[in-house]
């Protein structure tokens, strides 16, 4: 009797669909780009074409503020189809307003933590991005977890506080704000003064 092999076809999430016809069309993209050149240096020797195929471009995914309020559930599987399709980053909001809502004083963990210890079963690698800020840190008059930290040294120990934490558990590589050259992200309006400051005062908290 030969055997039988029974096909489970699990459909990805809504969330993973977009994601997946966007990669396939900047894949396409790359490999427009690509495969003329590696063509050309292949023809040079200075690449091999064994090197070119066995050393492909990484993926990675990003996916803002979404996976700390997932479902278990929900988490379980966007991981699931983020190694699927071949993904192993992940870049996603670490927010400050999410970890210290109500106090300087205060930090709660527990949603990222969760996020980390599923990402890490996966062998995925977590990029974060420090940034948001909650309303107790904002400047008067500012509305929105947007606006830039009146105080760029309560922002830097928060982040101090986060690469303490996540060390251990491999995360070295931070990423501070997001697009703070836009007036989306960075309220009442973009400043490079205000950012490069927020940048090295976080820094040095974070490699100190």
């Not at 192993?88 to 205060?106: E, F, K, M, Y």
């Not at 690698?125 to 904002?138: D, G, V």
């Not at 400047?139 to 929105?144: E, L, Q, R």
Request: charged share 10%; net charge positive; aromatic share 8%.
């Amino acid at each position: 009797m030969k055997n039988q092999v029974k096909l489970k076809l699990t459909p990805f999430s809504p969330k993973v669909t977009g994601v997946v016809v966007v990669l396939v069309a900047v894949v396409i993209i790359i490999a427009i780009i690509l495969v003329p050149l590696i063509a050309k240096l292949t023809q040079s020797g200075k690449v091999t074409l064994s090197t070119a195929i066995t050393n492909p471009v990484p993926i990675g995914i990003a996916y803002g503020d979404t996976l700390v309020w997932d479902s278990p559930d929900v988490l379980s599987q966007t991981l699931a189809d983020t190694v699927a399709i071949g993904a192993t980053t992940i870049r996603l909001d670490l927010g400050w307003d999410d970890i210290q809502p109500n106090s300087a004083s205060v930090y709660n963990w527990s949603n990222f933590d969760r996020v980390v210890q599923a990402a890490r079963l996966r062998n995925l690698t977590l990029l974060p991005t420090l940034a948001y800020t909650p309303a107790w840190a904002r400047a008067p008059g500012c509305m929105t977890a947007k606006c830039a930290p009146a105080n760029p040294n309560a922002f830097a120990t928060f982040a101090a506080a986060a690469a303490l934490r996540y060390a251990p558990m491999g995360i070295h590589t931070w990423e501070i704000w997001n697009e703070p050259n836009s007036v989306g992200f960075w309220q009442p309006a973009p400043n490079a003064a205000q950012y490069v400051q927020l940048l090295s005062v976080t820094s040095s908290a974070i490699r100190a």
